[in-house]
């Protein structure tokens, strides 16, 4: 199983960025996934997740309303798009896989598998 982040960058605040997750293996398309990220000098915080199917989502309220997850199996990819970014939105972001968890769940032990980081940077 591997997944593997992109997309991160430098914006100004109310600007808008999209990340993808790109994951592989074996019935990875059945998993949820999740989208987490850790500011600097902070713990690893729970974003968004999504459903196998994509029916079923699930935001923290921090970025409710800003920003929005799919999943597209066919091309084995997650995107998180996020608008009207804030400067607390600076974080490395990661995606994440599990079998079991539910979309609802929130902590970083509720998955499995993880890909690498990537660094998103918004400029107040």
């Known amino acids: 199983v591997q997944l593997q982040a992109s997309g991160g960058g430098l914006v100004e605040a109310g600007a808008s960025l999209s990340l993808s997750c790109t994951y592989s293996g074996p019935t990875l398309t059945t998993y949820v996934i999740g989208w987490f990220r850790q500011p600097p000098g902070k713990e690893r915080e729970f974003v968004s997740a999504i459903s196998w199917s994509g029916g079923s989502t699930f935001y923290a309220d921090s970025v409710k309303g800003r920003f929005t997850i799919s999943r597209h199996n066919v091309k084995n990819t997650v995107y998180l798009q996020m608008d009207n970014m804030k400067h607390e939105d600076t974080a490395v972001y990661y995606c994440?896989?599990?079998?079991?968890?539910?979309?609802?769940?929130?902590?970083?032990?509720?998955?499995?598998?993880w890909g690498q980081g990537t660094q998103v940077t918004v400029s107040s």
């Open positions: 994440a896989a599990d079998p079991g968890t539910r979309v609802s769940g929130t902590a970083v032990r509720d998955y499995r598998y």
